[in-house]
């Protein structure tokens, strides 16, 4: 436990320039989106311009749901950003202890603990950074809602809630879901997709050149059998064989089996097969 | 006692060890000999677990190769396994967190022997000097076996010097040492076993010193008759 601990701790410090630069990025351009969008407005309020002399539309009452819409595509792009930085770490994790002029898997597999620790604690630390990404967005909002009222003034705004404002865009509505069940889905399926990434790297480091077949291949593998049940309705005719509760049932025991057989996999890579 | 049995791999369609057999025992240095290519580092990797082999058995004291084996096991690769953004300091304490086998008083002790910067970066240190510092790291383990890949392999006269320097010291002594080379020159006094490979198999293994006064050859001899006789 303690060295697991250590790991996870070792993970993160190790990523963590690259986690403030996402959050640097993120507050930069949200922030600086959301003043610039609601300066525009608000002083063409002031100055009792209308839609067609500034070529925005510019509403009765401002709120902050408006204000996230309205500042869309800045909103979105550092999430994305984070998101895609985040998936290739889950890749690079691993290949950075491979490469360069010190390789520091050797020190890394030759720890006096189980190897499976190793695989468990860079998982720990992926979603480490997840949830601070998240973490940070949350806190994030709450800053933009205060910076909303603190720019537009009284007289010119409406109330609105925080969910209200979470809701509006779409990718703020997926990364934060209203419902837990919701959230357990979508940060289940993101968990079962890093696992498989996991294991097909290893693959690809255990047997090398033909190890890439092997990834690929199980990726495929994995992929299509989350998403058989899911498209399976649409597959079949109008008499469909399976009930929805049925379907709902195969698809939640795939998504135990998956990661269940892709950490043993993993596990047994680094046990018996990784090489360096 | 570390033995190797009839260890077998393949890499590539090709034979990398073929029938590897050998012992390194506690308080002697035994050397692999070989070419570049004859399998020398693959086996200490074999034994560290590093790499997988067909089949073969590879025993420390009798036990099989597990994890706790790296409390009684270290191994010096012939390049850094620190990651290069950590400083010396940051090194030694990422050693002293997982080993309980480590031995602080000695790191500062190999620190000021081998004239090292605790506040260098990893990365910026010279092929020699990280040399010295890998050694650190690994004489720094209480362990009963050191097992080393090319030690003196790139590095400059004078770090050769310093790092032959410890082989004569109690660092060394007490502990079996297995370590690899292709260069024998700077070894020849050192070692008590050698070992000698070729194509992936033994080819010979025998003691130095019962060689010398047995039949009056140095370890050079007896490799001139092996690989080119």
Redesign the interface.
């Known amino acids: 436990m303690n060295r697991y601990l250590k790991l996870v701790n070792m993970e993160i410090h190790r990523f963590r320039y690259i986690l403030f630069s996402l959050m640097g990025i993120t507050l930069l351009l949200q922030c600086g989106s959301l003043i610039w969008t609601l300066q525009r407005v608000v002083s063409a309020k002031e100055k009792g311009l209308t839609q067609a002399e500034v070529g925005f539309a510019i509403p009765k009452f401002l709120s902050f749901p408006w204000a996230i819409v309205n500042t869309k595509e800045w909103f979105i792009l550092p999430i994305l950003l984070s998101i895609t930085v985040l998936v290739l770490y889950s890749i690079i994790i691993w290949y950075r202890d491979w490469f360069g002029r010190s390789t520091f898997i050797y020190r890394l597999l030759m720890l006096p603990s189980a190897r499976w620790v190793l695989y468990v604690s860079k998982l720990t630390a992926i979603l480490t950074f997840v949830f601070s990404m998240i973490a940070f967005q949350l806190v994030l909002l709450v800053g933009e809602n205060m910076l909303f009222k603190t720019i537009v003034p009284a007289g010119m705004r409406t109330d609105s809630t925080f969910v209200e404002a979470s809701t509006i865009n779409p990718v703020l509505n997926t990364l934060l879901p209203k419902q837990f069940e919701q959230f357990i889905y979508s940060y289940g399926l993101g968990i079962i997709g890093v696992i498989v990434i996991f294991t097909a790297v290893l693959l690809e480091r255990s047997y090398r050149r033909l190890g890439i077949l092997y990834a690929i291949g199980y990726v495929v593998v994995c992929a299509a059998a989350i998403l058989l049940p899911a498209i399976l309705p649409a597959l079949e005719s109008s008499s469909s064989y399976w009930y929805p509760g049925e379907i709902y049932r195969i698809e939640l025991a795939i998504c135990l089996i998956v990661p269940v057989i892709s950490c043993c996999l993993g596990f047994w890579l680094l046990r018996k097969k990784i090489t360096v | 006692m570390i033995e190797v049995i009839d260890l077998h791999k393949r890499y590539r369609g090709r034979k990398v060890l073929n029938g590897v057999s050998f012992t390194a025992e506690k308080g002697q240095i035994t050397c692999l000999i070989g070419i570049n290519g004859a399998g020398k580092s693959t086996i200490l990797?074999a034994i560290?677990?590093?790499?997988?082999v067909k089949s073969g058995l590879i025993r420390i004291d009798d036990a099989p190769v597990g994890?706790?084996?790296?409390?009684k096991v270290a191994?010096v690769?012939d390049?850094?396994?620190?990651?290069?953004?950590m400083k010396l300091s940051e090194g030694i304490q990422?050693m002293k967190?997982?080993?309980?086998n480590w031995n602080d008083a000695r790191a500062n002790e190999l620190l000021k022997f081998f004239k090292l910067d605790r506040t260098e970066r990893?990365?910026n240190l010279s092929k020699g000097t990280a040399a010295k510092y890998s050694l650190l790291l690994g004489l720094s383990q209480n362990t009963d076996y050191i097992l080393m890949d090319e030690p003196f392999s790139g590095i400059d006269m004078f770090s050769r010097e310093v790092i032959a320097e410890v082989f004569s010291t109690d660092l060394i002594e007490d502990r079996g040492v297995l370590l690899t080379t292709h260069e024998i020159d700077d070894m020849e006094h050192l070692i008590d076993q050698a070992v000698l490979l070729q194509n992936g198999s033994v080819q010979l293994a025998f003691d130095c010193e019962e060689m010398r006064t047995t039949e009056g050859k140095s370890v050079i001899d007896v490799m001139r008759e092996v690989y080119t006789g």
């Not at chain 2, 560290?48 to 997988?52: F, I, K």
């Not at chain 2, 994890?67 to 409390?71: I, N």
């Not at chain 2, 967190?97 to 309980?100: E, K, L, R, T």
């Open positions: 990797k560290m677990g590093l790499t997988p994890p706790t084996m790296y409390e191994f690769p390049h850094l396994t620190t990651p290069t953004g990422f967190d997982f080993y309980v990893v990365g």
